[in-house]
């Protein structure tokens, strides 16, 4: 398992200026990449950039939440509710609810294909996927299959985990994520 803490990746700021990115992984290669998963700080309203060939994965881990217009529908994600997944071609207008965010974008391509999933402290985590990996907003327990407890710090993402049921135990208010990824 790797542990990626955010706060200790310098920020990118965007083309637009309406944020900045902080890239948490990606792979297989960053210059041949299929999955990338980022924590983005949305400052203003405007456009995302088009992604075309990429379906994108997007959720609120802190802030009031977003409106993100797409095809003409508008969808309020905020934080602690279920990520919105959207074809990367579309850029969505984005409107800030009450002041700036912060975002997980996981963005997929080159046949790989997976899941974003807001995490059930009830429930165990079953995942088919080869690939698997969390991000907690809060400081958090993981709970391994094999009863093993691992403390993690808060905007922490950690790889590589094992295969089995698995358990977040978040310690905040703070929405934490499941991520599942085949064909990597």
């Known amino acids: 398992m790797n542990f990626i803490l955010a706060d200790r990746i310098a920020p990118t700021p965007w083309r637009n200026g309406g944020g900045e990115t902080r890239e948490l992984w990606v792979g297989p290669s960053v210059t041949d990449w299929r999955v990338r998963l980022s924590l983005a700080d949305i400052a203003q309203d405007g456009p995302f950039s088009a992604f075309p060939g990429v379906q994108r994965h997007f959720a609120v881990v802190e802030g009031a939440g977003v409106v993100l217009t797409l095809a003409g529908r ?15 071609a579309l850029a969505p207008g984005c409107r800030l ?27 165990p985590w079953h995942s088919p996927h080869p690939w698997r990996a969390c991000f907690v907003t809060d400081p958090a327990v993981l709970l391994l299959p094999q009863g093993e407890a691992l403390p993690l710090a808060a905007r ?17 208010t703070g929405p934490s994520f499941w991520v599942g990824v085949t064909g990597l």
Do not use: I, K, W, Y
């Open 97 to 123: 609810v009450d002041g700036p965010t912060r975002d997980l974008n996981l963005m997929l391509q080159g046949g790989a294909c997976g899941e974003l999933l807001l995490v059930n402290p009830e429930a």
């Open 74 to 88: 508008a969808h309020t994600v905020t934080a602690g509710g279920d990520p919105v997944a959207f074809d990367g």
């Open 156 to 172: 922490c993402l950690v790889t590589g985990l094992p295969s089995g049921p698995l358990r977040l135990m978040p310690s905040g």
